[in-house]
């Protein structure tokens, strides 16, 4: 059985995460721990939010004992220290005096469970739970917030990147595939565009002190990963939706309101490979620190407080040659013949200048001279696609643009035999499930766990009597159609879509929904805003 872990910092943020996949993750028997870095006490008790965490993951399918909670307080952005700021050996206090991790109900905390005592609150047992958790479970997939406005979110995305390079340089055996996903750009502060007749798809919405249109420096919208989400998680009717059921039982945050904003027709990540070759070879570099060409964190940050009043400064964590060093050099040696595909370099953050010439010399007299484009992503990346076998690389520095050029990370990859594969039909942007079509063209998404792509039309095959296929529209015979698109090579994958034609019923039926969904949320928000105000004027939590 296939394994899989969900990093949230705060108790609903499993939502903001992957709730549009929780319920796929376990249909497709794969089994599911959640982990909460902080107890989410700032403002309410410990116990109501890990009480009400319970309640959410219930909706989706995941038992208590597969929640995990590491104790640690949690902070705002607007507050001035956090636990990830401390030097080493030193304590953080919380907004409560806290100072070691604790669960109100003695169940599941990680320090407890792997040392038998609660952790000091600084950065070093933070990361050290991340780690014993990882190192122990080992999953197969692991799912974690991303670099958003918030610094919690902020403290543990670093922080499982740092746990992450530390378990795959020790453990070369140990590859897992890393999904990293924002809550606030793409959910919690996302469009409200539930009102649709057709269900959308996730757009982003940038923060206003972001360090970047993308939040973190190394990422496109076109590099997104895409899955699609169960009928249960994209039913346009809240009283039929998982996501909405779980926002409700997060009833100290009164988030249902949230719910035209959270749900969406996918779910989106960003891939982080972890089967890197840097990671099991021996390498050297003619000056510079070479550890941070590999060690998995592409950035960090002194100060990750303030990020819904300033802009974030990042720290490069590159490797930068010596000023003096006139050709930098890289060089790997592989234990074996390597069949070299693809390699990526990261260009140091924080600085304008790069390395715009290179060399990469090989076995057998291989030696290519590569022109450097700094793109959008700050990612150059070069591809061969007839391959180097290899056992020795080199890349050598042949020109720059300032004296401060580096890489924050160096990935060289060999091809690698898919892990996921789906495909999913796309009509005007969205995600199709049941779809009411006027005239739209369609694209077909894929994704194999590596690369993602539009299919070619000799790639796929749609199968229906009564659906003509022109110029990548559909021609429909009837008002209602229930087509299947699947590869023509591997029958066993394919998505299975109902098309109907858009007239004046269907628009009034979408209308009829959003009344009810409106009255549904505005009752179901008030209930819970007087039930929290009762408690703070009886001083109960």
């Not at 750009?185 to 360090?211: H, Q, R, V």
């Not at 990935?411 to 995600?431: A, N």
Request: glycine share 4%; proline share 2%; aromatic share 12%.
């Amino acid at each position: 059985m296939k394994k899989a872990i969900i990093f949230a910092p705060h108790q609903d943020d499993e939502i903001n995460i992957a709730g549009g996949i929780l319920s796929s993750l376990l249909a497709n028997n794969i089994e599911v721990k959640v982990v909460y870095s902080t107890n989410g006490d700032y403002c309410t008790k410990a116990s109501t939010r890990i009480s009400e965490c319970k309640k959410a993951l219930k909706v989706f399918g995941i038992s208590e004992e597969n929640i995990y909670f590491m104790g640690y307080s949690d902070q705002t952005r607007e507050e001035d220290t956090h636990l990830y700021m401390t030097e080493k050996n030193s304590i953080w206090k919380s907004k409560k005096n806290i100072m070691k991790t604790y669960h109100p109900f003695g169940e599941n905390e990680v320090s407890m469970i792997y040392e038998k005592k609660h952790h000091e609150f600084n950065k070093d047992n933070f990361i050290k739970d991340i780690v014993y958790v990882l190192e122990d479970y080992k999953p197969d997939y692991i799912y974690c917030i991303d670099f958003d406005s918030h610094a919690d979110h902020r403290a543990l995305s670093l922080s499982v990147e740092k746990a992450i390079g530390l378990l795959i340089n020790k453990h070369i055996d140990y590859r897992p595939i890393i999904y990293k996903a924002f809550a606030y750009p793409t959910f919690y502060y996302g469009y409200k565009d539930l009102n649709n007749i057709n269900i959308k798809s996730t757009a982003f919405k940038t923060e206003p002190y972001s360090y970047c249109d993308m939040e973190n420096p190394y990422y496109s919208w076109a590099s997104r990963i895409r899955f699609p989400v169960s009928e249960k998680v994209c039913n346009k009717f809240l009283l039929k939706n998982k996501v909405f059921s779980a926002l409700n039982c997060h009833k100290s945050q009164c988030i249902n309101g949230r719910a035209s904003s959270t749900i969406n027709g996918d779910q989106i990540f960003w891939q982080r490979r972890t089967d890197n070759l840097l990671n099991e070879s021996k390498l050297t570099v003619t000056s510079g620190n070479m550890e941070k060409l590999h060690d998995f964190m592409l950035f960090d940050c002194n100060n990750i407080m303030g990020g819904d009043s300033k802009k974030v400064v990042l720290e490069s964590n590159a490797w930068m040659p010596d000023k003096n060093d006139k050709v930098p050099e890289i060089n790997v040696s592989f234990n074996k013949k390597k069949k070299i595909s693809e390699i990526n370099l990261y260009h140091a953050i924080g600085t304008s200048d790069f390395f715009n010439k290179i060399e990469v010399i090989a076995d057998n007299d291989y030696s290519n001279t590569y022109e450097l484009v700094r793109e959008k992503d700050n990612i150059s990346r070069l591809n061969f696609d007839d391959n180097i076998f290899t056992k020795n690389l080199k890349i050598r520095m042949l020109g720059k643009t300032g004296d401060n050029a580096g890489f924050s990370e160096l990935e060289v990859f060999e091809f690698s035999d898919s892990l996921i594969q789906l495909i999913k039909l796309e009509i005007d942007g969205d995600f199709a499930y049941k779809y009411y079509y006027s005239n739209e063209s369609f694209k077909i998404y894929s994704y194999d766990g590596v690369k993602f792509r539009y299919l070619d039309k000799d790639e796929y095959k749609i199968i229906s009597d009564d659906v003509i296929v022109e110029n990548d529209k559909f021609l429909l015979k009837k008002h209602s159609n229930n087509i299947r698109v699947q590869l023509k090579n591997n029958d066993t994958i394919y998505d299975d879509v109902i098309l109907v034609k858009k007239n004046i019923i269907s628009v009034i039926n979408n209308i009829i929904i959003n009344i009810v969904n409106s009255v549904v949320v505005a009752i179901c928000y008030s209930k819970q805003k007087i039930i929290r105000k009762i408690k703070r004027l009886l001083k109960v939590n």
